[in-house]
């Protein structure tokens, strides 16, 4: 029986790590953002969801088309501009002054939550050998939920008796170091398509994709 190809290599391991920065980026900002508009913006319960949820929806809007730029421009464009916007967006939250502006600068993080997370997730499956792309996603994973399970804690603890400055500082040094992690990263081998781009939404995609929404929307 041949070994098994390796999977755990030093290239693999720092998309990971830059996944993990990157998240802890995203997650720290879970607790802070509904104390931010409540506190010094003023708004009540609605617009926290609105603000909150604003960042996903710019992704929802990007990412049918984040995988189509990656594949014509590369892997790490998408991983390091995407972290660039949530660094630069993020350090720009103290600004604002009114929750609309709030909203539309989470709709421009969004932008650069999809490039970074399509970036980074098919160029961990680029870097793993065909027979162990399924554990390469789980290792994946690790990065996607650790940064989702301490980064809210580590916002807790920056924020402490209202210093949103700090938070905001700390999470887009955080994106910065994803992006970083990025620039050393080297671009995966893809092959050039042989056929026009088909349909932006894949009829074979409906159905785990819905069972994923399903999963999300409780969450």
Sequence with gaps: MPPRER??????????ASGLSYFMAIGMLIPVVPQYVKGPLGSGNVGVGVAVGSLFVGAVLLRPYAGRLGDRFGR??????????????????????ALPYLVIIRLLSGVGEAAFFVGAATMITDLAPEKRRG??????????????????ALGELVLGDDRFLAAWIVSASLALLAAALGTVTVETARSAPQTPAGKLIHRAALAPGSVLFLGLIGL
């Design 7 to 16: 999977l755990l290599t030093p290239r693999f391991l720092l998309v990971v």
């Design 76 to 97: 790490r464009v998408l991983i390091i501009g995407g972290a660039l916007i949530i660094a630069a967006s993020t350090a720009v939250y103290g600004v604002v002054e």
């Design 135 to 152: 554990e390469a996603v789980s290792y994946w994973s690790v990065a996607v939920y650790g940064g989702l399970a301490f980064g809210p």
